[in-house]
């Protein structure tokens, strides 16, 4: 299964309170899961990923928490700012014939109140 | 650097017509993807090359897509005769090949909308 299940779809949050996005997936192929934001207007760009190997990542504000055995990762947004209010994709790569091919989630608009 | 650069920035036209839309990936990327991005069904990946060279094209929704790369600094992705289900937001993205995991850089996309 190349699929990656989001959710919420959409989130709410206090300026200054903790964003939480989960996804989930089946194919353990997978090799790498990176965390995309997109803003109105222009493309997804990479936020944070994670490796398999390791149960947590955190740069800045941002922490992705990966759980093998589950096959869940989870983004978590601390002290969200009105400047992160944005959609967010989480993703899982698997490589075809040379070439990382990206399975994207459905996607979270996330909206932090001031 | 210049990022991955996409034209046009919005397109619209009448159903039936020709569409082209262009990219330019960043240089010395070897990868190639085409996307696009609705409402109902999300990101969806169209098609993707390596060294110009289409690797996977399970994504084309129907004959009347098709893309090409005829050098590594150019592709197009050409919808013909096209219909207003395709109005969608396109996206081109470019990635390096080799090194481990390389991330995915995006164009700012094409919004068609096919009346």
């Known amino acids: 299964q190349q699929q990656v299940k989001q959710s919420p779809q959409s989130l709410i949050v206090q300026k200054g309170g903790i964003s939480i996005i989960n996804c989930a997936y089946e194919?353990?192929?997978?090799?790498?899961f990176p965390w995309y934001q997109q803003f109105p207007g222009k493309g997804p760009a990479l936020l944070i990923a994670?490796?398999?190997?390791?149960s947590e990542k955190k740069e800045g504000r941002f922490t992705i928490s990966f759980n093998k055995s589950a096959k869940q990762f989870s983004l978590h947004i601390m002290d969200s700012q009105p400047g992160d209010s944005a959609t967010y994709f989480c993703a899982a790569t698997i490589i075809i014939q040379g070439a990382q091919k990206l399975v994207f989630g459905q996607g979270t608009r996330l909206t932090i109140n001031p | 650097d210049a990022g991955v650069i996409q034209s046009p920035r919005h397109e619209v036209t009448e159903m039936g017509q020709e569409v082209t839309l262009r990219c330019k990936p960043i240089s010395g990327h070897n990868s190639l993807f085409w996307y696009r991005q609705t409402m109902m069904r999300g990101l969806e990946l169209l098609i993707y090359?390596?060294?110009?060279?289409?690797?996977?094209d399970s994504g084309m929704p129907e004959d009347r897509f098709s893309a090409k790369m005829p050098n590594a600094s150019f592709s197009t992705l050409k919808i013909q005769p096209s219909e207003p289900r395709d109005s969608a937001v396109y996206f081109c993205?470019?990635?390096?090949?080799?090194?481990?995991?390389?991330?995915?850089?995006f164009g700012d996309g094409t919004r068609l909308s096919i009346l």
């Open positions: 194919n353990t192929a997978f090799d790498y």
């Open positions: 090359f390596n060294n110009n060279v289409p690797i996977d």
């Open positions: 994670i490796r398999p190997d390791v």
């Open positions: 993205a470019s990635s390096r090949r080799t090194g481990g995991n390389q991330p995915q850089h």
